[in-house]
């Protein structure tokens, strides 16, 4: 038996782990936020300074139009510009490195609209009407394009470089995820088996009693040897969490569910996923079930009176005991992501095992790994999603 210190420090180690992990995705959440945020505010001034070319240009052809006002046109290309220039200001301290470049042209194209703003008001004010439609239609018109058309580049420029930053902290939060819930895995596994105490040999020495000529011997009692189906089951659920780690696809997680079953003596293993914590549970992932067993399946409200609905309210384990003759035994661990509990993993074991802490430890442990999973491929079970709909 494992001394009390070693098991406290063991579950220190423990809380330790899952509270790195849970700092980190803390600030990787406000991260993406603050990225999030910046974006949506670029967007925004990206907009008005496109829609501040356009009203410029606008205005200024009405210069050379029949029957308008200049002295109504100008002050509206004034402000216009104005506004352009305050959008690409406001644009360029946030804008990314992929993004800056285009801002700069813009502003460029921005102060060649200006100047040729002001060659147009000089033709006018000499009453040279026809020089000054000339400049606005060809000159006036190509930078005033010119500069929405950088600034649409721009702004798509930092949508993808915005993409890219969120799908990097998405990375480093489903990393994190994984080691925390790793190292919290195997710490359960170490608690668990626990070795059997080692019974040290008898003397076995021959004691003679004064006096008497008969002997006494002492039995000798062997030290008791490590279980090696314990061992070997331990190897398997260490060597299979690794493999989670290395999931590609749908068919790379189905193979892990056929082991994982072996490993738990399960006859069925299925896999519950539920869009948020108000939406009904669906069967997405079987394992020991027929395609055609898997389609007859409906969706689970979560308020339902069953093991799989209750581990998913409860974000606790559940144990359905077997009935001699009757019904098989079941496991049903909930799958624990950032966001709360994100579905449940089922699996009926044979043999009764399912009272054993070992079987418990196996499907908390597997159950755990699928989070990981679903956080780092969420294309492959939304589809797994689609289909079990």
Not at 126 to 140: C, P, R
Not at 268 to 285: C, T
Not at 339 to 362: D, F, K, P
Request: proline share 4%; with cysteine.
């Amino acid at each position: 038996m494992r001394s009390p210190a070693f098991r406290l420090t063991i579950g220190a180690a423990a809380w330790i782990a899952i509270g790195v992990a849970a700092l980190l995705l803390v600030r990787s959440e406000q991260r993406i936020k603050s990225v999030a945020d910046s974006a949506r505010t670029f967007d925004l001034e990206a907009r008005d300074a496109i829609d501040a070319f356009a009203e410029a240009r606008m205005a200024q052809q009405a210069y050379v139009a029949a029957g308008q006002g200049i002295g109504f046109w100008m002050p509206k290309v004034t402000a216009s510009s104005q506004r352009a220039d305050a959008a690409l200001s406001a644009m360029r301290p946030s804008a990314s490195p992929q993004a800056l470049a285009a801002t700069d042209q813009a502003m460029e194209s921005a102060k060649a609209f200006a100047d040729i703003e002001q060659r147009v008001r000089e033709y006018l004010k000499t009453s040279q009407q026809l020089m000054a439609g000339d400049i606005v239609f060809t000159e006036g018109t190509q930078a005033a394009t010119a500069a929405m058309r950088q600034v649409e580049t721009a702004r798509q420029a930092e949508a993808q470089a915005v993409d890219a930053t969120v799908a990097a902290l998405r990375e480093q939060e489903a990393i994190a995820l994984g080691a925390g819930a790793a190292v919290a895995a195997l710490i359960v596994l170490v608690l668990v088996f626990v070795p059997k105490p080692k019974i040290e040999p008898a003397d076995t020495s021959l004691s003679i009693a004064p006096g008497r000529s008969d002997t006494t011997e002492r039995i000798a009692v062997p030290a008791a040897a490590p279980d090696p189906t314990m061992i070997d089951t331990f190897k398997a659920a260490a060597t299979l969490a690794t493999d989670f780690g290395r999931v590609r696809d749908l068919d790379d997680l189905t193979r892990l569910l056929s082991r994982a079953a072996e490993l738990m003596d399960a006859s069925g293993v299925m896999v519950w996923m539920a869009e948020d914590a108000a939406a009904d549970l669906r069967p997405v992932l079987a394992h020991g079930y027929g395609a055609d067993v898997l389609a007859r399946i409906p969706a689970m409200a979560r308020t339902a009176d069953n093991a799989a609905a209750k581990a998913f309210r409860s974000n606790t384990l559940q144990i359905v005991l077997a009935r001699p003759g009757k019904s098989t035994g079941a496991v049903v661990a909930p799958i624990m992501s950032a966001n709360g509990c994100v579905g449940a993993l089922s699996a009926e074991i044979r043999h009764g095992a399912e009272t054993s802490e070992t079987t418990q430890a196996l499907a908390t442990l597997f159950a755990a790994h699928l989070a990981t999973v679903v956080a780092q491929a969420p294309a492959e079970v939304e589809t797994a999603k689609a289909a079990a709909q």
